[in-house]
């Protein structure tokens, strides 16, 4: 099994920055594709961000320009940096791994921008 431990949520305000880690136990290449979801009260999980092993990225269209998803291979870490956020940012964001057989989930990190 994948574990996966995200970090870096907190409390931040409007406009400013946030880099979110989700750290694996294994190497991200070994894995299918890794993203981040977020959860916002009232709304179902969503997906946010996501690298595939070859490179490829895919965002949202809410956070388009202002998130970047990025990876460092040594430290088999996923970073998820968030620029010029809104209060509609707010929520639980969780790391996922997807191995096509499995789906793994981290323990999910708060993020809230206040206004």
């Known amino acids: 099994q994948v574990q996966l431990v995200e970090s870096g949520g907190g409390l931040v305000q409007v406009g400013g920055s946030l880099r979110l880690s989700c750290a694996a136990s294994?190497?991200?290449?070994?894995?299918?594709?890794m993203g981040w979801y977020r959860q916002a009260p009232g709304n179902q999980r969503e997906l946010v961000a996501s690298?595939?092993?070859?490179?490829?990225?895919n965002y949202a269209d809410p956070v388009k320009g202002r998130f970047t998803i990025s990876r460092d291979s040594a430290k088999n870490t996923v970073y998820l940096q968030m620029n010029s956020l809104k209060f509609e940012d707010t929520a639980v964001y969780y790391c996922?791994?997807?191995?096509?057989?499995?789906?793994?989930w981290g323990q999910g990190t708060q993020v809230t921008v206040s206004s």
């Open positions: 294994e190497s991200i290449f070994s894995i299918n594709a």
């Open positions: 690298i595939t092993r070859s490179g490829r990225t």
């Open positions: 996922n791994a997807d191995r096509g057989q499995s789906n793994y």
